[in-house]
């Protein structure tokens, strides 16, 4: 898929996907943290992750009974890993 075929189907079904940010979780919600990898042309913020390819590394929080993303944090290089990037300020929210 090309760039801007991505960009319009981004831009079609964006705001029909958008939902209401949560003003906050019921007592004993389960929310899972966990990284991944997105490979990018971008060297301003990317290093050589384990697969030697330049990528970040994005903090991804879902609600574990709705299965739905409740946030993801800013990209750290791809070098860092998920209990550092975790860590670092660009993850960290007010609550």
């Known amino acids: 898929m090309s760039k801007s075929a991505a960009g319009r ?3 079609q079904l964006g705001p029909l996907l958008a939902l209401q940010p949560r003003s906050g979780f019921r007592k004993g919600t389960v929310l899972i943290v966990d ?3 997105v490979p990018t042309r971008d060297h301003t913020i990317a290093e050589q ?3 030697y390819r330049y990528s ?3 903090q991804v929080v ?8 409740v946030t993801v944090g800013q ?3 791809g070098n860092r890993n ?13 609550r």
């Open 9 to 11: 189907i981004v831009e």
């Open 35 to 37: 990284g991944t990898l």
């Open 82 to 94: 998920d209990c550092k990037a975790l860590a670092s300020p660009a993850c960290t929210t007010s």
């Open 75 to 77: 990209p750290v290089p």
């Open 56 to 58: 970040t590394n994005h």
């Open 62 to 69: 879902i609600d574990a009974d709705t299965r739905l993303i």
């Open 49 to 51: 992750s384990k697969n």
